[in-house]
């Protein structure tokens, strides 16, 4: 379930390995329709709150329900991803190891866990409808010229399919 969850929340929010592995159990604020993640210390040292869907907030919440019958601690200071029995948060290194054993596992290479965060900042920008400035806060990006770099995936996808139409 671990693995599972890991993958959902880089997918569903874009953070950075080092923010999912930072993330304590009161950065969590779940809801029906959405939610957010509360990310403390970004890159640069900035803090901000990413929307998440509903679906993960019912993945999440019962990922804590698991956690409690696990009897690990969910308290707000809590780490979400723990490392082994002493529920300490788990080490970014160690997430990109667990990522390198699941492509392995599934016979897939040439990836690392940072790509679940373009794939995410691809998608949220399409879904957008090209909002540059919400992908750029979701992203926790400084520069809008950074964000600008998930326009490619989209310009390439639209360029493919007007070959044809």
């Known amino acids: 379930m671990l693995e599972h969850v890991v993958l959902e929340i880089a997918l569903g929010s874009g953070l950075r390995v080092a923010e999912i592995a930072s993330l304590a159990c009161g ?10 993640l509360l990310v403390r210390c970004g890159k640069g040292g900035k803090e901000r709150a990413v929307i998440i869907s509903g679906r993960l907030c019912r ?9 409690k019958s696990m009897g690990q601690a969910r308290d707000g200071e809590s780490p979400v991803i723990t490392s082994g029995q002493a529920g300490r948060f788990m080490s970014t290194r160690a997430l990109q190891k667990m990522f390198s054993r699941l492509l392995a596992a599934a016979g897939v290479s040439h990836h690392r ?3 679940l965060r373009h794939t995410y900042g691809s998608y949220l920008l399409r879904a957008s409808g090209n909002d540059l400035v919400f992908v750029k806060d979701q992203m926790g990006h400084s520069d809008i010229t950074t964000t600008a770099v998930y326009l490619h995936a989209l310009n390439a996808e639209k360029a493919v399919n007007a070959l044809y139409s």
């Open 27 to 36: 950065d969590l604020s779940l809801g029906k329709n959405s939610g957010s």
């Open 59 to 67: 993945l999440l919440e019962d990922f804590m329900a698991w956690k």
């Open 113 to 115: 866990f940072h790509d």
